[in-house]
Nanobody, 120 residues
Framework: QVQLVESGGRLVQAGGSLRLSCVAS????????MGWFRQAPGKEREFVAH????????YYADSVKGRFTISRDNAKSTVYLQMISLKPEDTAVYYC???????????WGWGQGTQVTVSS
């Protein structure tokens, strides 16, 4: 059974930065592309970023392009999301999950997520 543990979220002022981490256990992490998703209050969960299994290719939602960077460390079974120039509209619970591709559905169950709150 796969376990996903996200961390790194907190309250930050607009314009600030954060680095989120997600550790996966129970599967061969390096075999899967990984994505970050987020869910704001009252909204559907949405795709944020994707990194291929090797880390060589990345994809982003238009709303975060140029501000967020996804990366991974297969030796640590960890995927990261570096976020800069944060905006109040980035406020959400952030989740990671495996994906076949950037536009595909998540493959595993969800972790507990990590709350990011951006104050104006």
């Amino acid at each position: 059974q796969v376990q996903l543990v996200e961390s790194g979220g907190r309250l930050v002022q607009a314009g600030g930065s954060l680095r989120l981490s997600c550790v996966a256990s129970g599967r061969t992490f390096s075999s899967y592309g990984m994505g970050w998703f987020r869910q704001a209050p009252g909204k559907e969960r949405e795709f944020v970023a994707h990194v291929t299994w090797s880390g060589s290719n990345t994809y982003y939602a238009d709303s975060v392009k140029g501000r967020f960077t996804i990366s991974r460390d297969n030796a640590k079974s960890t995927v990261y999301l570096q976020m800069i120039s944060l905006k109040p509209e980035d406020t959400a619970v952030y989740y990671c999950n495996a994906q076949m591709g950037s536009g595909s559905q998540p493959l595993w169950g969800w972790g507990q997520g990590t709350q990011v709150t951006v104050s104006s």
